[in-house]
Nanobody
């Protein structure tokens, strides 16, 4: 059974920074493409940042480009999301999960029916 343990969420003011971590167990993380997603109140899940297991394919949601950086440590089964210059619209529950795409080396698709778990809350106050 795949499990993800999160840390790094919290509340910050506009312009602040947070670093999210997701430690994954129950799969061969080192050869698994992974992504960060978020769900804002009343909205659907959306992908935020994705990284292939080699780190050679990276995608970002346009709204976070230049502010967020995804990384991973395969030796520690951990994925990170460094979030800088946070805005109130970044407020959401953040999740790490699989990264699949209908397009070779493309951004995540078909993630609507994933098992999401609890995630970690990020709140940005104005």
């Amino acid at each position: 059974q795949v499990q993800s343990v999160y840390s790094g969420g919290g509340e910050v003011q506009t312009g602040g920074s947070l670093r999210l971590s997701c430690v994954v167990s129950g799969r061969t993380f080192s050869t698994w493409d992974m992504a960060w997603y978020r769900q804002a109140p009343g909205k659907e899940h959306e992908f935020v940042a994705a990284m292939s297991w080699r780190g050679d394919v990276i995608h970002y949601l346009d709204a976070v480009k230049g502010r967020f950086t995804v990384s991973r440590d395969n030796a520690k089964n951990t994925m990170f999301l460094q979030m800088n210059s946070l805005k109130p619209e970044d407020t959401a529950i953040y999740f790490c999960n699989d990264y699949f795409s209908d397009f070779p080396r493309g951004p995540p698709t078909r993630y609507e029916n994933f098992d999401w778990g609890q995630g970690t809350q990020v709140t940005v106050s104005s």
